[in-house]
């Protein structure tokens, strides 16, 4: 039974990491796509193969959402709460990809953690969502924001005196490599979210001690079935982050993808912290076009945004916990 559990664990977890792929697709794509800079479908497919190879990157993320949010006890008990988390964050997504807005299935899994954690009095490490996960909620959003403005400022000052058409052609070359830096950073960060998840299955089932090092089947396991979500696309969200906060051009579509690489990175090998790529990028595309002028900006749709934001963990931790208690119900 509790091997049936274990693989059942991990093939909600791989489904996760394919809704995780397509619903944030537009976060690596979105601004090259709107710009013209690349073309749907080769945009996706580097979008696919960056995001194969940032899993491979690192392990830091994966062993703090494996270790370090909730420790459930051994056996089938364990992975019943595992599995109904993981239910919350998928259902979260869905609804979410749905309605267009980019919300976070980082912050969808770990409050679907958290939620059947709770229901089932299993250990809840609040000093690790403190450190990792609320306070990079909180800081991400601030960083990306800022950092997307300084970038544009300082790209007005430098080709003050450029030609525009000349600039933003050259500028939409520029864009490839940084959608391919965003994308990388990507599966640097979400692909290793679900590592984690079933790393702590395997923890949890008698199959794997926290001490040992993530298996390589399960990294090749995450980093496919993200990147195959990829590239099936979120077209939805693409439009919101696209088009719908601010038309991007060239320039702009660079200073956003630049800043928000630039903080997954720095998140995700300096701090191990599972932070959001989509208020990663949400964020600096606002700060992007704020520089322009403050009404450049849609902030009713921003506002929708931010709302989902905050709507994310509680959201999926009640899902979770209402999964919990179905399961618990049924399978122990």
Known sequence: MELALVIGVIVVALIFDYTNGFHDAANAIATSVSTRALTPRAAL?????????????????????????IDPPSGSHGLVIVGAGLVGAITWNIITWYFGLPSSSSHAL??????????????????????????????SPIVGFSLGAIIMIAIFWIFRRAQPGKAN?????????????????????DAQKTMGVI????????????????????????????????????????????????????????????AAATVLYGAAMGFGAPISTTHTITSA????????????VRWGVAGNIVTAWVLTIPASAFVAGLTYLAFHWMLE
């Open 285 to 296: 595309i606002m700060g992007v076009g704020a520089t322009k002028r403050l009404s450049a």
């Open 199 to 258: 790393f702590l299955a395997l923890v949890v089932g008698g199959y794997a001690t926290p001490q040992e090092p993530i298996p390589q089947w399960v990294i090749l396991a995450a980093a496919g079935a993200i990147s195959l979500g990829t590239y099936a696309g979120g077209w939805r969200i693409m439009r919101t982050l696209g088009r719908r906060i601010i038309a991007l051009d060239p320039p702009q579509g660079f200073a956003a993808e630049s």
């Open 45 to 69: 497919f580097m979008a696919a193969a960056m995001n194969f190879l940032g899993a491979h990157l690192g392990t830091a993320v994966a062993t703090t959402v494996g270790t370090g949010i």
């Open 110 to 139: 770990i409050g679907g953690l958290m939620g059947s954690a709770l229901l089932a009095s299993a250990t809840i490490h609040w000093d690790g969502v403190l450190a990792k996960v609320v306070v990079p909620m909180i800081l």
């Open 169 to 189: 052609r050259g500028f939409r070359h520029a864009q490839t490599v940084s959608a391919a830096a965003m994308a990388l950073g990507h599966g640097l960060q």
